[in-house]
């Protein structure tokens, strides 16, 4: 099975930082990944597809990169809305198989 | 907008099995993939399983063995079944939509506590 880990577990900074979370997969997953936002008592929220590609209705404060086995997420300009836990997901086509990394909190320093 | 919205009983007892339902609106159910998603408190989430409107299924091997997943497209549900549970089954279940291997639309979460 594909293991995912993400680094930092937590990460404390202040509005208006630039917040850098990076995911990595113990094996190759083309770039099947994406990211999502959790809020206490919510539902995650779909961020970025396909490593790159932003969801609709998504700010532009949020980009993804990489392929492979390491993938970044980057919050560009910190903003109050965004502290919260983000995880990555990886998709494995054969066997279907969707595993999640175990997340990052974000809060305010 | 899609909405989802998951259902069923938030008590379950050890041994028995957990049912939810998933019910889609704001539009068709047809040429999905659906999946269940689950999240013990305070820990990370776990894919459940997904099913194709086709009535198409895939779980994941971990569970395998206890779930069961139908689709019925003239209500636009699809619904879980998890049999033989225990205490390490409750958490809150996330009944989501598929798309390019990603999951954009999520329902609200029910939470399901396994106790007698």
């Known amino acids: 099975d594909i293991q995912m880990t993400q680094s930092p577990s937590s990460v404390s900074a202040s509005v208006g930082d630039r917040v850098t979370i990076t995911c990595r997969a113990s094996q190759g997953i083309s770039s099947w990944l994406a990211w999502y936002q959790q809020k206490p008592g919510k539902a995650p929220k779909l961020l970025i597809y396909a490593a790159s590609s932003l969801q609709s209705g998504v700010p532009s404060r949020f980009s993804g990169s990489g392929s492979g086995t390491d993938f970044t997420l980057t919050i560009s300009s910190l903003q109050p809305e965004d502290f919260a836990t983000y995880y990555c997901?990886?998709?494995?086509?054969?066997?279907?198989?969707?595993?999640f990394g175990p997340g990052t909190k974000v809060d305010i320093k | 907008q899609v909405q989802l919205q998951e259902s069923g009983p938030g008590l379950v007892k050890p041994s028995e099995t957990l049912s939810l339902t998933c019910t889609v609106s704001g539009g068709s159910i047809s040429s999905y993939y659906w999946s269940w998603i689950r999240q013990p408190a305070g820990k990370g989430l776990e894919w459940i399983g997904r099913i194709y409107t086709s009535g198409s299924t895939n779980y994941n091997p971990s569970l395998k063995s206890r779930v069961t997943m139908s689709v019925d497209t003239s209500k636009n549900q699809f619904s879980l079944k998890l049999s033989s549970v225990t205490a390490a089954d409750t958490a809150v279940y996330y009944c989501a939509r598929g798309e390019l291997q990603s999951f954009d639309y999520w329902g609200q979460g029910t939470l399901v506590t396994v106790s007698s």
């Open positions: 997901q990886q998709a494995n086509s054969f066997p279907p198989l969707f595993t």
